[in-house]
């Protein structure tokens, strides 16, 4: 007998013999919906946490970090020059300096109104 025939009858005879109620058929379980998977929030970080653990290395790099003045998330690009090793890259307040010697350098500097600007300091010798 299929289910819905099987539920009419225990319905009609629910309604000539009482308890019969009690005895009528489970219903079709549907499996659960597979949970939607939550967005995972990566935390974005400042131009100075990028600068303390950023590894400078020839070629060209993107990177995504927090304006210090809009303190919103930004696209950085820049091109590092294809030189064996930079010697420091600092943070300040609202640049980032990658320093290769005393007259190369490559310098991002961060504007009021939430642009940025990518200085190149090179001389060949």
Do not use: W
Not at 2 to 23: E, I, N, W, Y
Not at 46 to 57: D, G, K, L, N
Not at 59 to 67: I, K
């Amino acid at each position: 007998m299929s289910h819905r025939r099987l539920t009419v009858l225990l319905v009609a005879l629910s309604l000539f013999v009482p308890g019969v109620a009690a005895l009528q058929a489970p219903e079709p379980q549907m499996a659960p919906a597979p949970a939607a998977a939550a967005p995972v929030a990566i935390p974005v970080p400042t131009h100075i946490e990028f600068a303390r653990c950023f590894q400078p290395i020839p070629g060209e790099h993107r990177a995504v970090m927090l304006h210090p003045y809009t303190c919103c998330p930004i696209e950085v690009c820049f091109r590092l020059p294809c030189e064996p090793c930079a010697r420091r890259v600092r943070a300040d307040r609202n640049d980032i300096e990658i320093t290769y010697g005393l007259i190369r350098a490559v310098k991002i500097q961060f504007n009021r109104d939430g642009t940025y600007r990518v200085k190149y300091r090179m001389i060949s010798v």
